[in-house]
């Protein structure tokens, strides 16, 4: 969920081709006062909010007050894995990885299935969306403090352990592309050190049936330009993919198999 130019990524805002089909202004009015409504539950909701019914709820009103269709295939994102330990022990949780493109990923995995989050630390303090995340139960992870990357690991893999799964985003930054950036390996670890299965999913946008970049959070765009042009889209779509899990005990494999997954069948957006 962080701008792509954060890590020197080729994608920018030019990324984001035209012309886009736009709403009436009447429209875009209309979605702004009904995104308004649903941001006032959540924000009213409190703590409940991090319950699963609560929060994909909340997620298909965003979704629905911003006019984006979700499109989900048969498959679960959990995994139900082998039991740790005793017979009646819990199943680990399993490991969500997504490619990313927007800001929106996050609300179309969360209606798709309400999970645990796995966030960088500058979301959590962002005005409304920082307090929404944190009170949805997000994790929050500091990408650049290399020093606290094994504590983060730990936790992730306590947190899959306890049978609770977790969406992460190892491209660590946002392209206009599936195929933009490689998986990086450290949450992979803590899949490997929980036993955790790991569930690729690839994330496409699509306008009127065909392929689109409206969506993507690039550059040094703010995150209202980028809301705004979401809002105005018409026939805007998200496609959530889910790919067979992988199992495995070395994080380099896992993130490999899990890339080539998730970018399957697709065509580089940069030569």
Same mark, same amino acid.
């Given at each position: 969920?962080?701008?792509?130019?954060? &890590?020197?990524? =080729?994608?920018?805002?030019?990324?984001?081709?035209?012309?886009?089909? !736009?709403? =009436?202004?009447?429209e875009l009015v209309r979605r702004y006062a009904a995104l308004a409504y649903e941001i006032g539950l959540g924000v009213a909701q409190g703590e409940r909010l991090a319950e699963p019914h609560a929060l994909r709820a #909340?997620? !298909?009103?965003?979704?629905?007050?911003?006019?984006? #269709?979700?499109?989900?295939g048969p498959e679960r994102l &959990?995994? /139900?894995g082998p039991r740790l330990g005793r017979v009646n022990g819990p199943r680990p949780g399993t490991l969500i990885v997504a490619n990313h493109i927007s800001w929106l990923d996050v609300v179309s995995l969360l209606a798709v299935e309400p999970v645990t989050v796995l966030a960088k630390r500058e979301v959590g303090q962002w005005p409304v969306i920082g307090t929404l995340a944190r009170r949805a139960g997000s994790q929050?992870? /500091? #990408?650049d403090g290399l020093r606290q990357l094994p504590h983060a690991v730990a936790d992730l893999a306590s947190t899959l352990r306890s049978g609770r799964s977790v969406l992460v985003f190892p491209q660590a930054t946002t392209w206009c592309s599936v195929l933009g950036g490689r998986f990086r390996r450290a949450t992979f670890q803590a899949a490997a050190d929980a036993g955790a299965p790991v569930r690729p999913v690839t994330i496409r946008y699509y306008q009127h049936g065909t392929r689109s970049t409206t969506a993507a959070f690039l550059g040094d765009?703010?995150?209202?330009?980028? =809301?705004? #042009?979401?809002? !105005?889209?018409?026939? =805007?779509t998200v496609r959530v993919t889910a790919h067979a899990p992988l199992h495995g005990s070395d994080r380099r494999e896992l993130a490999a198999d899990a890339q080539a997954a998730v970018g399957a069948?697709?065509?580089?957006a940069h030569v």
């Open positions: 969920m962080s701008p792509a130019v954060a &890590t020197g990524a =080729l994608c920018t805002p030019a990324c984001v081709t035209g012309p886009v089909p !736009r709403v =009436l202004r009447a #909340r997620a !298909r009103g965003i979704l629905g007050a911003l006019g984006v #269709r979700v499109e989900e &959990t995994v /139900d929050f992870i /500091d #990408r765009e703010t995150f209202g330009a980028s =809301l705004h #042009r979401v809002a !105005r889209a018409r026939g =805007l069948h697709e065509m580089p």
